[in-house]
């Protein structure tokens, strides 16, 4: 336990300096989607505007967005790393407390008192699941209903990964109507292109999402009556009211504030016109005033004013990871590779490392440290960079010629000092052979640091999968990409300059 708070202290330090401890920043965190991102941000604006009008100036409210799925979010509440973000009434009821009947807002508050945590202002919206289908292919096979599914086994159920592990989702829903079919996992913002081009047949969808008309979807009837209401509201931890009682009273004014259209029309400006959701959130708050956008081009969202921030955060991700991996690797190093069974052993772990799927050990790291953000994103690259450093350095020393080592050993060398002085001299250009793989895969995998709040350039990139927008992926991996080339020649110059000092000295 102990070792896991110093993680905690060092992992913030190194995060954040500047606001680490900082009790006066209201954190507002959102899911990986359209809507979540859009209500955050109203959220966001309007306890900015509250605190400004109560205090004379605004205190600091933070989003993160694009946390995750409902389990990341929620763990990022519990342990405190956000203070509240917009949920969905039948989301709370049946994944988070596990009802099997609905329940009402007064009883969840009573389930959610013991935990911390409370549920209040109900936005105004029911953003319910759905199974959607092309309408020319639902009207040519008769499909109206989710029941008329039972006689078309052979459909092809793209769902996102997170319906189909949600009680309330595919799992209850094939077993309330019967389903045959099997269904393939499909990011949420990636469906509706995998719809139209024909890839499959049937998607989930929020019946708030503006694609729905745009494309002309067929919107199967819930005929038995599976899907509870998603009736929006603010999910928060009970000490809110009294740590930002102004913010918490402007945000009370948000209640009932918000109807299916108007949430449509927002997700619409961010799915069919590529507004931002900061201007969208302005523009609802202040219907009145005046917001003059441009679609922005590849070229604007390449060098946006983020770019700097998000560049930092990416460096500080991979510096620190493959710093602390050769902190850890290149003495575990030298310590097993003299004995062939040990370093079989150590190899074959930092190898089995490489192998667990970035997401899974992501969400082991949450679970272990009790923080989302910073800290498990470098924990996990750490890892991932362990079996490159270590492998190398121990492949190097077991290169050097066994007559140099007896050398020492005749000169009145310890194995510390022949180490030091010959072997290590010897095997570096193998070494910083691995940390230059290492850092390589590091760059590349720190973007998924973005899918738990630890920002970086995959910001962009997740938010472009959110909105299925091409021009921003780009502008998220294309950086990345930089970097990593940026990387390789650096180790490429300090390779050369390795080599010149060696000839010199010989």
């Not at 190194?14 to 965190?29: E, H, K, N, V, Y």
């Not at 003299?338 to 949450?366: E, K």
């Not at 924990?379 to 007896?406: D, S």
Request: hydrophobic share 50%.
């Amino acid at each position: 336990m102990h070792f896991k708070k110093f993680l905690l202290v060092i992992g913030l330090v190194l995060a954040s300096p500047t606001s680490w401890g900082d009790d006066q920043i209201l954190r507002i965190g959102s899911k990986r989607f359209t809507e979540s991102y859009i209500l955050a941000h109203v959220l966001a604006q309007t306890a900015q505007t509250a605190t400004a009008a109560a205090n004379g100036k605004s205190d600091k409210v933070e989003v993160l967005a694009g946390l995750g799925n409902t389990a990341i979010v929620y763990a990022a509440l519990q342990a405190g790393n956000i203070d509240l973000y917009p949920e969905y009434a039948g989301t709370i009821d049946q994944e988070i407390l596990k009802n099997k009947t609905p329940s009402s807002l007064a009883s969840m508050r009573e389930q959610l008192k013991p935990l911390g945590l409370g549920v209040d202002i109900a936005l105004g919206f029911n953003n319910g699941y759905a199974l959607a289908m092309r309408g020319d292919r639902a009207q040519a096979l008769g499909v109206r209903t989710l029941s008329d599914l039972v006689g078309h086994p052979t459909l092809r159920l793209g769902l996102s990964n997170e319906f189909i592990g949600r009680a309330d989702g595919w799992p209850g829903l094939a077993k309330h109507y019967g389903l045959p079919q099997q269904p393939t996992g499909l990011d949420h913002g990636l469906a509706y292109d995998a719809l139209r081009g024909g890839q499959t047949d049937v998607i989930d969808i929020y019946t708030t999402d503006a694609k729905i008309a745009h494309l002309g979807l067929s919107v199967l009837q819930d005929d038995a009556a599976h899907f509870p209401r998603y009736d929006a509201v603010v999910l928060y931890r009970l000490d809110v009211p009294q740590r930002f009682p102004a913010a918490w009273q402007a945000l009370q004014g948000l209640a009932g504030r918000i109807d299916e259209p108007a949430m449509i029309s927002m997700n619409a400006k961010a799915e069919l016109q590529s507004k931002s959701f900061e201007v969208i959130a302005a523009e609802h708050l202040s219907p009145s005033a005046k917001t003059v956008t441009a679609t922005m081009s590849f070229w604007g969202k390449l060098w946006g004013p983020d770019l700097p921030r998000l560049t930092w955060q990416h460096l500080n991700l991979v510096l620190s990871s493959v710093g602390l991996a050769s902190l850890i690797g290149l003495p575990l190093a030298m310590l097993v590779a003299p004995h062939a069974r040990v370093r079989g052993v150590v190899l074959g772990f930092c190898g089995l490392l490489q192998t667990v799927p970035s997401l899974a050990l992501l969400a082991v790291l949450i679970a272990w440290v009790e923080h989302i953000g910073y800290l498990p994103a470098m924990l996990a690259l750490t890892l991932y960079a362990l079996l490159p450093i270590v492998r190398n350095t121990c492949t190097g020393l077991a290169e050097v010629p066994a007559g140099l080592k007896q050398a020492g050993m005749a000169l009145g060398l310890t194995h510390w000092q022949s180490l030091r002085l010959i072997e290590l001299p010897l095997a570096l250009p193998m070494v910083l052979a691995g940390i230059r793989t290492a850092t390589s895969i590091a760059v590349g995998t720190a973007t998924i640091a973005a899918f738990i709040g630890a920002g970086g350039l995959g910001e962009r990139i997740v938010t472009g999968l959110a909105l299925n927008d091409h021009a921003l992926l780009l502008a998220g991996a294309l950086p990345a990409a930089v970097l990593a080339l940026l990387f390789e020649a650096a180790f490429a110059m300090l390779a050369r300059c390795l080599r010149a000092r060696s000839f010199t000295s010989a």
